[in-house]
């Protein structure tokens, strides 16, 4: 799985980084990933969190 953050929808509320801390991360007022490639293991962790950006500036490529 690979993640991306669109930066200009994030509006910077953390919701990932709280969820997934291992996979964002915030930069600035911006989260940001922080890996090219999501392990396995954190695969789920990843997916709540896309579900639960009230912003919808996850986005998921399987
Ligand atoms: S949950 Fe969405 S809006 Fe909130 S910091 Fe993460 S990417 Fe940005």
Known sequence: MKVKIDPELCNGDEVCVQLCPDVFEMQEDKAI????EVPDDLA???REAADSCPA???IIEE
């Open 56 to 58: 919808e500036a996850i």
């Open 33 to 36: 990933v922080k890996m090219e």
């Open 44 to 46: 789920d962790a990843v």
